[in-house]
T-cell receptor, first 110, second 115 residues
């Protein structure tokens, strides 16, 4: 069974731009969560989607948003990028309270 | 879970020695913990979990100990191998309702195995 896939793996953007990251969960998993990982703050929960609905949201500004499609694939978007948004963005798919992580997208904001 | 710090604790061990990685938590009502391993360039990977009705749980070369009195858990890796080099996180699941599920992670410990 294929694992969680994330695209792109690496991304470089400029301050003020926006970015969209994509995640494909494990087949059959309907819950997708996103986390931000930085050296200073560690791993922090961004939001969770289930059946195309945001079910839970972490403490991040409104510039961070996401969506989920009918095939459970999910995207997250960050608008008006700031230098502090440089991070590894991890997607995880969940089934039966077991969470499986993808390899992440490394976003660098210059 | 642990408070987030600026510096990642590091642990260097000789190949073949045992490793002990520690984690403190603050909520005495916490009842379930998970250890994750994150290798360079990869996402966190489940290692082992433990519920609060247990003091100890063993897996393949790994043991997790839970001390509820002092709100501390540890991950012990026996006969550490170079492939064990990674960052290890303790995590606590949180279910805010409506079937939602999220993890609160500790700050992590970087384990380096010296050949």
């Amino acid at each position: 069974k294929a694992g969680v896939t994330q695209t792109p793996r690496y991304l470089i953007k400029t301050r003020g731009q926006q970015v969209t990251l994509s995640c494909s969960p494990i087949s059959g998993h309907r819950s997708v969560s996103w986390y931000q990982q930085t050296p200073g703050q560690g791993l922090q929960f961004l939001f969770e989607y289930f059946s195309e609905t945001q079910r839970n949201k972490g403490n991040f500004p409104g510039r961070f948003s996401g969506r989920q499609f009918s095939n459970s694939r999910s995207e997250m978007n960050v608008s008006t990028l700031e230098l502090g948004d440089s991070a590894l963005y991890l997607c995880a798919s969940t089934k039966d309270y077991e969470q499986y992580f993808g390899p992440g997208t490394r976003l660098t904001v210059t | 879970g642990e408070s987030v710090g600026l510096h990642l604790p590091t642990l260097s061990v000789q190949e073949g020695d045992n490793s002990i990685i520690n984690c403190a938590y603050s909520n005495s009502a916490s009842d379930y913990f998970i250890w994750y391993k994150q290798e360079s360039g990869k996402g966190p990977q489940f290692i082992i979990d433990i519920r609060s009705n247990m003091d100890k749980r063993q897996g393949q070369r790994v043991t997790v100990l839970l001390n509820k009195t002092v709100k501390h858990l540890s991950l012990q890796i026996a006969a550490t191998q170079p492939g064990d080099s990674a960052v290890y996180f303790c995590a606590e699941p949180f279910t805010p309702g409506a079937g939602s599920y999220q993890l609160t992670f500790g700050k992590g410990t970087k384990l380096s195995v010296i050949p």
